[in-house]
């Protein structure tokens, strides 16, 4: 039954036995149930358990019939994927949880962390850019990100190719946060599973929303990109096309009030396009790190990020020493041999995702991936029922 006597313009308060744990994630893994509605929910009812009992009622009023809340054993079987890859659950409101993005009013109610926790209390700076990245740009963010690390910064990014693996590569030594798209158990892309494992092994920590083994799917970047801003005092593009993901990231940045900058670019490389636009519409332009540094108040009581978390500084401290070697070209060559047998099978008729996974003879976990690369690519788009068909060019 709803309470009606529990109000407050305030998050509740994150659970503290594991019954109600469970719940908590069982109200935001039902369906039809996002952050916005997860929050609404608990503010109305008071405790996940009273949302949940109230749910069907509420799925009824909308028009939904025979709505079903998620079992709790789907979360149990959640939790034991975590417990097995070494990932701890964080809730808003506990202590670890990050203290900027908790401020965000659609803050993430839980984000499963493997790593360092203690890495989310640290002031961030997100950098983020294209994955088909020039030279320049991938010299401009191991830069920043360099920079930014003996500053006392913690640098945040999406993990993805290009920009994304170039920053947090050359914060390995200081501190770097990975948020991922999919779960954070699913390393996305391939290539970079070493560096993901690397990130951990340096104190850092790769987090997630999403579910324990969810494949990211094109709808859950724009909002792993917003934890990126919302984690960050300042984001920081370093190329990106007009059309991009990185733009989507700059713009969720200044709704939450953070500060933005962009490094400026040629007017003809369409890689530097959307960093030019936010130029030229007021972001600060960056031409090192002392540019990111002052856009940003001064930190306080700190004298390096090494120091401040107590952690031992590894063998050959210099960034070279950390640098992860080059993707094998041979898996990059799979990858590619794969997206081209995925785009000659496909057509403008749909065809299932199972049937094409039957038709290339290829482990689902290899092609899941590959269908993700393509749908952000604007190559091939899902339809209801799990149906795949090719875009018009």
Known sequence: MRDDSYSSTHPPLPPTTEDARVDWLRLLRSRRVGVATFWRLLGEHGSARAALDALPEVARAAGVERYT???????????KT???????LILRGEADYPKDLADLSDAPPALWTVGDARVLSRPMVALVGARNASSLGLRMARNLAEGLGEAGYCVVSGLARGIDAAAHHAALRTGTVAVL???????YP????GLADDIVSHHGARISEQPMGMQPLARHFPMRNRIVSGLARAVVVVEAAAKSGS????RGALDQGREVLAVPGHPLDARAAGCNM???DGAHLVRHVDDVLE?????????SAQGELGLPDP?????????APEPETRTLCQTADLHTRILDRLGPSPLAEDQLIRDLGAASAHVSPALTDLELEGRIRRQPGGFLSLVPR
């Open 315 to 323: 063998a050959g401290a210099g960034i070279d020493s950390v640098k």
């Open 69 to 79: 809340v998620c079992p709790e054993n789907v979360i149990l079987g959640e939790m």
């Open 190 to 193: 391939a290539e970079n599973a």
């Open 181 to 187: 798209a999919g779960g954070v158990d699913v390393l």
């Open 247 to 250: 733009l989507i990231t700059a």
């Open 82 to 88: 975590a417990r097995l890859c070494g990932a701890r």
């Open 295 to 303: 856009a940003l108040p001064p930190l306080e009581g700190q004298t």
């Open 278 to 280: 936010l130029i030229r």
